[in-house]
């Protein structure tokens, strides 16, 4: 990895310079160097390098090594936009420490584009809905009992990473029973069952696939397999029950949505897509593809074999975990790497990349922990279970007349690319600035010192 390499040439360079003012006990001195473990040696060559950078005047993060790193790049004018955010939020005391976090904080950024007022109003309602709904302690709370009879009439679940490395989660739309559904649950428990299987991916699954891919991660893909889905049959409470999760999604977890595939669409799917994304950014549509059966190709260009189920065209059928949507597949399982992600040991290597000036690339290392917390292993929980998009309110003619809602509809993350040009809901479209990050900056400059 980049990452690595250049943590290993300044460690090298500081060795040879041999001006490291890092102790040795008198028994290390004596230990010979061949007997010690190589955990020792990435932990000595990891302080080594944090202090070598300290002395060059880098700001770097106190933490524990691990002999693991996690390539992070990112782009300077983003990194400027999410440090006058946090010092927004900071002036307000609106940044609890389980939040502070750069990729957090720029989610919420880019979903509002880099909009203060409307990122702040965004961020304060977020911190309101988890205190009001206890998401906090969700994960150690609450135990969703009828796990195994709701995945009997709405078969889903997280099977494996992408090439990228980011967990795959399914759904098979066509299988859903909401009749059924709601017999064996209610909707309160549903709504907290959905929010848990978030909590439990920005806890557990996104550290575990960061882990094991070396890279950033926090967004998956999803796929979703209509076969067989029948509009008709979702009724008012359905349609009620998704819309609510809708705007969970939007609200409170955003843009945590990388790529989406809609397989076997009819022509009356597909004619619903078209309409629907019309309405749309173009951001919006490059992350949705519906397709046909003839699937295969194009989630094989994203997915490996081996991560995909038989029904989707790949060699995997989890026999002995009672089928692929219930085998929970994925790094998040391997015991070693949970125990870095328990512990926060991992090594992030920081690369941030200019994007005004492509060839003048500016280089920085930051070591950081992966944020870790107690969770309660409860069944099997996950996210985006409203990923098939909102389209069943589509059923309702009355949800066509409604850009906005279509907008809502098809990606939750990206409420934002349209705005309310009055109270009705109307919708216009907004002149960007060429550079909304910079604009955002000194727009943030002028609240903080309103506040001061």
Same mark, same amino acid.
């Given at each position: 990895?980049?990452?690595?390499?250049?943590?290993?040439?300044?460690? @090298?360079?500081?060795?040879?310079?041999?001006?490291?003012?890092?102790?040795?006990?008198? $028994?290390?001195?004596?230990?010979?160097?061949?007997?010690?473990?190589?955990?020792?040696?990435?932990?000595?060559?990891?302080?080594? &390098?944090? /202090?070598?950078? =300290?002395?060059?005047?880098?700001?770097? *993060?106190?933490?524990?090594?691990?002999?693991? +790193?996690? @390539?992070?790049?990112?782009?300077?004018?983003?990194?400027? *936009?999410?440090?006058?955010?946090?010092?927004?939020?900071?002036?307000?005391?609106?940044?609890?420490?389980?939040? $502070?976090?750069?990729?957090?904080?720029?989610?919420?950024?880019?979903? =509002?584009?880099?909009?203060?007022?409307?990122?702040?109003?965004?961020?304060?309602?977020?911190?309101?809905?988890?205190?009001?709904?206890?998401?906090?302690?969700?994960?150690?709370?609450?135990?969703?009992?009828?796990?195994?009879?709701?995945?009997?009439?709405? %078969?889903?679940?997280? /099977?494996? #990473? !992408?090439?990228?490395?980011?967990?795959?989660?399914?759904?098979?739309?066509?299988?859903?029973?909401?009749?059924?559904?709601?017999? #064996?649950?209610?909707?309160?428990?549903?709504?907290?069952?959905?929010?848990?299987?978030?909590?439990?991916?920005?806890?557990?699954?996104? %550290?575990?696939?960061?882990?094991?891919?070396?890279? /950033?991660?926090? +967004?998956?893909?999803?796929?979703?397999?209509?076969?067989?889905?029948?509009?008709?049959?979702?009724?008012?409470?359905?349609? $009620?029950?998704?819309? =609510?999760?809708?705007?969970?999604?939007?609200?409170?977890?955003?843009?945590?949505?990388?790529?989406?595939?809609?397989?076997?669409?009819?022509?009356?799917?597909?004619?619903?897509?078209?309409?629907?994304?019309?309405?749309?950014?173009?951001?919006?549509?490059?992350?949705?593809?519906?397709?046909?059966?003839?699937?295969?190709?194009?989630?094989?260009?994203?997915?490996? %074999?081996?991560?995909?189920?038989?029904?989707?065209?790949?060699?995997?059928?989890?026999?002995?975990?009672?089928?692929?949507?219930?085998?929970?597949?994925?790094?998040?399982?391997?015991?070693?790497?949970?125990?870095? #992600?328990?512990?926060?040991?991992?090594?992030?290597?920081?690369?941030? @990349?200019?994007?005004?000036?492509?060839?003048? &690339?500016?280089?920085?290392?930051?070591?950081?922990?992966?944020?870790?917390?107690?969770? +309660?292993?409860?069944? !099997?929980?996950?996210? /985006?279970?409203?990923?098939?998009?909102?389209?069943?309110? &589509?059923? $309702?003619?009355?949800?066509?007349?409604?850009?906005?809602?279509?907008?809502?509809?098809?990606?939750?993350?990206?409420?934002?690319?349209?705005?309310? *040009?009055?109270?009705?809901?109307? #919708?216009?479209?907004?002149?960007?600035? =060429?550079?909304?990050?910079?604009?955002?900056?000194?727009?943030?400059?002028?609240?903080?010192?309103?506040?001061?």
């Amino acid at each position: 990895m980049p990452g690595e390499l250049i943590a290993f040439q300044e460690n @090298e360079r500081f060795r040879k310079e041999g001006n490291l003012d890092f102790e040795t006990s008198e $028994d290390e001195k004596r230990r010979p160097t061949r007997g010690r473990s190589l955990k020792k040696k990435a932990m000595t060559a990891s302080t080594k &390098l944090t /202090h070598g950078i =300290r002395k060059r005047g880098k700001r770097v *993060a106190d933490c524990k090594f691990a002999a693991i +790193s996690i @390539e992070d790049v990112r782009d300077a004018e983003e990194e400027k *936009a999410v440090q006058a955010f946090r010092e927004a939020l900071l002036a307000k005391d609106q940044l609890p420490s389980r939040h $502070d976090d750069y990729h957090t904080l720029l989610r919420f950024l880019k979903a =509002r584009k880099f909009d203060l007022d409307k990122t702040v109003q965004m961020w304060e309602d977020m911190l309101n809905w988890r205190k009001e709904n206890g998401v906090d302690t969700i994960l150690q709370d609450f135990v969703y009992d009828e796990y195994e009879a709701v995945q009997r009439c709405y %078969p889903h679940g997280y /099977h494996g #990473v !992408d090439k990228q490395g980011r967990p795959v989660y399914i759904e098979r739309l066509g299988k859903i029973d909401p009749t059924k559904l709601m017999k #064996v649950t209610t909707v309160d428990r549903f709504l907290k069952y959905h929010v848990q299987g978030f909590e439990k991916a920005f806890v557990e699954k996104f %550290p575990a696939c960061s882990i094991a891919a070396k890279r /950033h991660i926090d +967004s998956t893909t999803t796929i979703l397999d209509v076969q067989g889905l029948n509009w008709m049959s979702f009724g008012k409470v359905a349609h $009620d029950l998704v819309m =609510r999760m809708q705007k969970i999604d939007g609200d409170n977890y955003p843009e945590s949505l990388h790529q989406m595939y809609i397989v076997n669409a009819g022509n009356g799917f597909k004619l619903l897509w078209n309409t629907a994304k019309s309405f749309l950014d173009p951001r919006t549509t490059a992350k949705i593809h519906v397709l046909g059966n003839k699937f295969h190709n194009k989630l094989l260009e994203s997915i490996d %074999p081996s991560q995909l189920p038989e029904f989707l065209g790949g060699t995997c059928s989890c026999l002995n975990d009672g089928g692929c949507l219930r085998s929970d597949k994925g790094p998040w399982n391997n015991s070693e790497i949970m125990k870095l #992600v328990h512990s926060g040991d991992a090594l992030y290597l920081r690369k941030t @990349e200019s994007s005004s000036d492509n060839d003048n &690339l500016e280089a920085k290392l930051l070591s950081t922990k992966v944020a870790s917390s107690e969770i +309660s292993y409860a069944s !099997d929980v996950r996210s /985006h279970t409203s990923d098939f998009m909102q389209l069943v309110s &589509l059923s $309702d003619k009355g949800q066509m007349s409604a850009p906005k809602s279509m907008h809502d509809i098809i990606e939750p993350e990206s409420a934002a690319i349209t705005e309310e *040009a009055n109270s009705t809901n109307d #919708v216009t479209s907004i002149v960007t600035p =060429r550079n909304p990050r910079k604009k955002f900056v000194n727009q943030v400059k002028h609240k903080i010192q309103i506040h001061k």
